[in-house]
């Protein structure tokens, strides 16, 4: 069965910093894209940053550009979200998520995962 557990969430100042990690079992994802996501209440989900296998090709949220840095240990099957100078509105809850796949819905394709961890809270306060 495969699981992934976020952990690193909590309750911070404004302008400090947390590290968010994912740790994943039950199959490597060594060769698999994995990102992170955040869902604010009465929001939508939205990416937050994403890395393929070797760290190579990465992208962020243009709201987190500058602020978070995503990277990943394939030996430990871990992916990280290191978050600094944090701002209230990063207060969302946060979501590891592996395998990234392409979906054909007719003449549109977009990018889905097929594994999600349960998240952790990130309060910011200002």
């Known amino acids: ?12 100042q404004a302008g400090g910093s947390l590290r968010l ?9 060594s060769r698999a894209f994995m990102g992170w996501f955040r869902q ?6 939205e990416l937050v940053a994403v ?6 090709s990465i992208d962020y949220a243009d709201s987190v550009k500058g602020r978070f840095t995503i990277s990943r240990d394939n030996a430990k099957n871990t992916v990280y979200l290191q978050m ?3 701002k209230p509105e990063d207060t969302a809850v946060y979501y590891c998520a ?8 007719g003449d549109r394709t977009q990018y889905e995962y097929r594994y999600w ?3 952790t809270q990130v309060t910011v306060s200002s």
Do not use: M
Request: aromatic letters at 6%; a positive charge; glycine letters at 20%.
């Open 98 to 105: 592996a395998d990234r796949y392409i979906l054909r819905l």
């Open 1 to 12: 069965q495969v699981q992934l557990v976020e952990s690193g969430g909590g309750l911070v």
């Open 21 to 29: 990690s994912c740790a994943a079992s039950g199959r490597t994802f």
């Open 51 to 56: 890395i393929n296998w070797t760290g190579g």
């Open 84 to 86: 600094n100078s944090l």
């Open 117 to 119: 961890g349960q998240g």
């Open 40 to 45: 604010a209440p009465g929001k939508e989900r």
